[in-house]
């Protein structure tokens, strides 16, 4: 089992950045494939971005491509949002996630931080 705990929301102008962290720990690091999702009252949780631990391979969603960019540093347990150009639209809880299998499905991510909060206003 590993353990996730999101950084770095907070409230931005539109146009603006905000980098997210998220520290893993119980397992290795490495081993795990990870990926962000969002959420809004009244509905499910929202694929975001999810990167390969084996090759770094990043997948995104089509509403953050070219705005958003997924990473991770084995080294320091630890994955990033780096988040460029803001959108109110992309206001939402920001949750990072584990899996033991490259899926862009939230049934497959069987580890789940508390969530960030990012707004973003207009």
């Known amino acids: 089992q590993v353990q996730l705990v999101e950084s770095g929301g907070g409230l931005v102008q539109a146009g603006g950045s905000l980098r997210l962290s998220c520290a893993a720990s119980?397992?290795?690091?490495?081993?795990?494939?990870m990926g962000w999702f969002r959420q809004v009252p009244g509905k499910e949780h929202e694929f975001v971005a999810a990167v390969r631990w084996s090759v770094g391979t990043t997948y995104y969603a089509d509403s953050v491509k070219g705005r958003f960019t997924i990473s991770r540093d084995n080294a320091k347990n630890t994955a990033y949002l780096q988040m460029n150009s803001l959108k109110p639209e992309d206001t939402a809880v920001y949750y990072c996630?584990?899996?033991?299998?490259?899926?862009?499905?939230?049934?497959?991510?069987?580890?789940w931080g508390q969530g960030t909060q990012v707004t973003v206003s207009s």
């Open positions: 996630a584990a899996s033991t299998r490259p899926s862009l499905k939230r049934a497959d991510f069987g580890s």
């Open positions: 119980g397992r290795t690091f490495s081993g795990y494939h």
